[in-house]
């Protein structure tokens, strides 16, 4: 499974911000469990921000619940994370995940969220 991620950038504080990360397969199958999104600063652990599973149940840390949005469309193997009220603490650089049945995990590269004050 290959991840690709998009959607960063740098905006102001309380603003909105959108990323994707579709997912694709070689053999053309995606068989993806779980979603999901982390984010690491320098200095610190990749934290869990929100996942989703195939049937749409969704988590979220608390620091984003409320602010931010999981969704999935399983007919373009794409998850979103929509960003709302975004803080300065949210700068990160943010990561989707796929999970698939087998439990093996599958990366994507990250993409840069800056928020300014």
């Known amino acids: 499974v290959q991840l690709q991620a998009s959607g960063g950038g740098l905006v102001e504080a309380g603003t909105s911000l959108r990323l994707s990360c579709a997912a694709s397969a070689s053999g053309g199958t995606v068989s993806v469990i779980t979603f999901g999104w982390y984010r690491q600063t320098p200095g610190k652990q990749r934290e869990l921000v929100a996942r989703i599973t195939s049937s749409g149940a969704a988590d979220y840390a608390d620091s984003v619940r409320e602010r931010f949005t999981i969704s999935l469309d399983n007919t373009k193997n794409t998850v979103y994370l929509q960003m709302s009220s975004l803080k300065p603490e949210d700068t990160a650089v943010y990561y989707c995940?796929?999970?698939?049945?087998?439990?093996?995990?599958?990366w994507g590269q990250g993409t840069q969220v800056t928020v300014s004050s």
């Open positions: 995940v796929a999970e698939d049945g087998f439990s093996r995990s599958y």
